[in-house]
Nanobody, 119 residues
Framework: QVQLVESGGGLVQPGGSLRLSCAASGSILRTDGMGWYRQPGKQRELVASIMNGGSTNYADSVKGRFTISLDNAKNTVYLQMNSLQPEDTAVYYC??????????????WGPGTQVTVSS
């Protein structure tokens, strides 16, 4: 089993910053991709992703404002969010791709953390 613990969400004024973190633990041989989605309404959308080699992918709406980073040794992914706007308000979910000791691959999700941008 793999557990994900998210932290860093909260209420921030427009133009402010937040840093989300997500730590994975459990039966992990190695991770294979981590990232963040968000769900402002009914649909979940990709925010950013990062592979073990460091390649990243961002939604157009967050490019230049958000930065994703990875600490492989800690199986932890971070999302630095700057210049936050009300439209960034959503529940943010982290995910991780995991190879376990039995050679099985699975995608695991965190419980979600609320980010609210409001004055």
């Amino acid at each position: 089993q793999v557990q994900l613990v998210e932290s860093g969400g909260g209420l921030v004024q427009p133009g402010g910053s937040l840093r989300l973190s997500c730590a994975a633990s459990g039966s992990i041989l190695r991770t294979d991709g981590m990232g963040w989605y968000r769900q402002p309404g009914k649909q979940r959308e990709l925010v950013a992703s990062i592979m073990n080699g460091g390649s990243t992918n961002y939604a157009d709406s967050v490019k230049g404002r958000f930065t994703i980073s990875l600490d492989n040794a800690k199986n932890t992914v971070y999302l630095q969010m700057n210049s936050l706007q009300p439209e960034d308000t959503a529940v943010y979910y982290c995910y991780v791709g995991v190879w376990d000791g039995s050679g099985r691959f699975g995608i695991y999700w965190g419980p979600g953390t609320q980010v609210t941008v409001s004055s």
